[in-house]
Nanobody
Framework: QVQLIESGGGLVQAGGSLRLSCAASGRTFSSLAMGWFRQAPGKEREFVAAISWSGGNTYYADSVKGRFTISRDNAKNTVYLQMNSLKPEDTAVYSC??????????????WGQGTQVTVSA
């Protein structure tokens, strides 16, 4: 089992930045690929970013490429999502996930509860 706890969400103006954190416990964190997904009201959950177990490979949705950066610190069992140049359309609940493959939602085994990100115009 892996437990995931997200933090760092909040309200920010368009153009601003936030950094989300996801602390993991349980199974060996450093052996797991990690990802971030988001779900806006009335919409399906969508892939945002993913990172390999070593941190050597990262993957992004086209909508966030160049603005968001995923990283991890295996010594701290934590994965981060740095979000810059935020837009109102980035407003969503952001969830951390573990154990899957790139942007394939169905392959991820563990999910956090999510953290709300709201971007005002």
């Amino acid at each position: 089992q892996v437990q995931l706890i997200e933090s760092g969400g909040g309200l920010v103006q368009a153009g601003g930045s936030l950094r989300l954190s996801c602390a993991a416990s349980g199974r060996t964190f450093s052996s797991l690929a990690m990802g971030w997904f988001r779900q806006a009201p009335g919409k399906e959950r969508e892939f945002v970013a993913a990172i390999s177990w070593s941190g050597g490979n990262t993957y992004y949705a086209d909508s966030v490429k160049g603005r968001f950066t995923i990283s991890r610190d295996n010594a701290k069992n934590t994965v981060y999502l740095q979000m810059n140049s935020l837009k109102p359309e980035d407003t969503a609940v952001y969830s951390c996930t573990a154990g899957g493959y790139r942007g394939k939602e169905a392959t991820y085994d563990y999910w956090g509860q999510g953290t709300q990100v709201t971007v005002s115009a």
